[in-house]
C-alpha cells in the first residue's frame, strides 16, 4: 500500500492510522489532566477544611447581631436638613482637627488668615522638621522613611553580594542566608527585639522597619541581578575590565531604574508596616487607633482609620508616579491634569 496522497487530495488507510493515533493520545492525556485537578482540587479543599478546623472556625458560637452592633458604632449616625439620616463626617473632622491627626496647624486658617498659617507652618517646619506638620501622621509617614532609608545601604550591599554573579557560591550564600534569617522574622517581632535598646518608641519602630527592609529589599535587589543581560558584561570583558568595573559598570549599570522602583515600592509597603507596629506601642496613627479602641472611642478610631486610608494612597499615588516615569510608559502630566485627574488617578489605584 502506498504512503503518497491519491490523485483526487484524499488521504490513504496508512496517513489516517498515526491521525487517530494521535488524536486518541491527546483525549487520553486531556483525560489524565482533568483527573489530576479534580484530586488537586480535592486535596486543596481537604486542606481547607483542616484549616478551618485547626483555627477553630468551625466550632466558634458567633455572635452577628452583636458584631453588626458593634460596627455601628464605628459610623456615627445624624440628620441632615433634619430628616436625611446619614454619616456624621462632622464628628470625624472634630476629632482629626482637635488631634492634630493630619495637619499640626488649624486648617481653618487656609481661609480665615492665611498669613497666620503660613507663619505657624514656617514655625514648625524650623522647630520640628518639615514631617511635623503633617501632625500624627507625619510621625507614621517619617518612620516608614527613615526605617527605608536606613535599610537601604545594608540591603544594597547584602543584595549585591548575594547574587551568584558577584560572588560564587557559597560565598554569596552567607548573604542570601542572612537575608533569608531576617525575612523569618517580621517586623512586629523585631520592634520587641529592639525595646531594651530604645524603649517601646517610634525609634525603635524605625529600626524594625530598616531590619526588615535589608531582608526584603536585599532579596529583590539579588533576584534583580541574577535577571541582566549577559551582553554588556561580555563585552567589558574582552575590553579587560576588572571584577569591580564589571559589577559596577556591568551589572549595577543595568539595574539602577529597577532598584529605585523597588526600594520606592518597599517604601510603601514600610508606611503600611509603620501603621502595623504604631498599634503595638511605636507612636503614630497606629497608637491613636489602638488608644481609641481601648478607650471604647470608635468612632474616633474610625476617624483615625479615615486618616490611615488617605495616607497609603497618597503615598501610593507619590511612589506610583515616579514608578511610572522611571518606566518611561507615561507622558509628562500637567499641573492642571494632576489636580482634574485625581479622582480617576484614585479609583484606578484601588483596583490595581
Known amino acids: 500500500m502506498s504512503d503518497d496522497p491519491t490523485p483526487d487530495g484524499t488521504t490513504t488507510d496508512v496517513d489516517r492510522e498515526p491521525l487517530a493515533g494521535r488524536l486518541d ?5 486531556r483525560r489524565r489532566r482533568a483527573v489530576g485537578y479534580l484530586v488537586l482540587i480535592a486535596a486543596i479543599g ?54 492634630n491627626l493630619l495637619f499640626a496647624s488649624d486648617v481653618t486658617l487656609l481661609w480665615r488668615d492665611p498669613a497666620t498659617l503660613v507663619g505657624e507652618v ?10 511635623s506638620v503633617f501632625g500624627v501622621a507625619g510621625i507614621t509617614l517619617a518612620m516608614g522613611f527613615a526605617g527605608t532609608i536606613i535599610g537601604f545601604p545594608l ?47 517610634p525609634v525603635s519602630a524605625v529600626f524594625a522597619i530598616a531590619t526588615d527592609t535589608v531582608g526584603n529589599l536585599g532579596r529583590l535587589f539579588t533576584d534583580e541581578l541574577e535577571e541582566i543581560e549577559d551582553g554588556p558584561i561580555e ?25 529605585i522602583a523597588w526600594t520606592l515600592y518597599i517604601f510603601e509597603i514600610n508606611v503600611r508596616i ?32 479615615l486618616c490611615i486610608f488617605l495616607l497609603i494612597i497618597s503615598v501610593e499615588l507619590f511612589s506610583q508616579r515616579i514608578r511610572a516615569r522611571l518606566r518611561s510608559d507615561t507622558e509628562p502630566m500637567g499641573l492642571k491634569e494632576l489636580i482634574l485627574g485625581f479622582p480617576r488617578r484614585f479609583a484606578e489605584s484601588l483596583t490595581r
Open 122 to 131: 514656617s514655625t514648625i517646619v524650623a522647630e520640628d522638621g518639615i514631617f
Open 155 to 201: 540591603a544594597l550591599l547584602f543584595g549585591v553580594l548575594g547574587s551568584e554573579r558577584v560572588l560564587p557560591f557559597p560565598l554569596n550564600f552567607l548573604f542570601r542566608g542572612t537575608m533569608s534569617a531576617i525575612r523569618a522574622i517580621p517586623a512586629l517581632v523585631w520592634i520587641l527585639i529592639y525595646i531594651p535598646l530604645a524603649g517601646l518608641t
Open 274 to 305: 509603620a501603621v502595623s507596629l504604631g498599634v503595638l506601642g511605636g507612636g503614630g496613627l497606629g497608637q491613636v487607633v489602638e488608644t481609641q479602641v481601648n478607650l471604647l472611642q470608635f468612632s474616633n478610631a474610625m476617624a483615625t482609620l
Open 25 to 29: 493520545r491527546i483525549q487520553r492525556t
Open 235 to 259: 563585552a567589558m570583558e574582552t575590553t579587560g575590565a576588572n571584577r569591580s568595573q564589571l559589577v559596577t559598570f556591568g551589572m549595577l549599570s543595568q539595574v539602577t531604574t529597577p532598584y
Open 46 to 99: 481537604l486542606l481547607f477544611v483542616q484549616a478551618l478546623a485547626a483555627a477553630g472556625i468551625l466550632d466558634t458560637e458567633y455572635n452577628a447581631a452583636f458584631f453588626l452592633e458593634s460596627l455601628r458604632d464605628f459610623v456615627p449616625l445624624t440628620l441632615y436638613f433634619g430628616v436625611v439620616p446619614f454619616v456624621d463626617f462632622g464628628q470625624y473632622l472634630a476629632f482629626i482637627g482637635e488631634r
